[in-house]
Nanobody, 122 residues
């Protein structure tokens, strides 16, 4: 059994920063790619970023240069540092475990957290 739990969401003004964490419990996922997705109200899940177990990264164009993904395999935790936040970044953010950091579709990720809300005010 694999469990993922996000934390660190909240409210921030435009231009501000937040760091989300995703803690993994249960079966070790050190060899898995970890991704972040988000879902804004009325919209489908959107790929944000992903990282391989070796540290290779993949970012959506909308967050390049503003968001950074990292992972600490010893702590079974993946992080997303978000900077220069915009109101359009408002969404529920989900972490997920999958087989490749190149994958950007939800069906490529087999394990999901419950999500954490990020609200960016203008």
């Amino acid at each position: 059994q694999v469990q993922l739990a996000e934390s660190g969401g909240g409210w921030v003004q435009a231009g501000g920063s937040l760091r989300l964490s995703c803690a993994r419990s249960g079966r070790t996922l050190s060899s898995y790619a970890m991704g972040w997705f988000r879902r804004a109200p009325g919209r489908e899940h959107e790929f944000v970023e992903a990282i391989s177990w070796r540290g290779n990264t993949n970012y959506a164009d909308s967050v390049k240069g503003r968001f950074t993904i990292s992972r600490d395999n010893a702590k079974n935790t993946v992080y997303m540092q978000m900077s220069s936040l915009k109101p359009e970044d408002t969404a529920v953010y989900y972490c997920a475990a999958g087989s490749s950091y190149d994958y950007t579709k939800t069906y490529d990720y087999g394990h999901w957290g419950q999500g954490t809300q990020v609200t960016v005010s203008s």
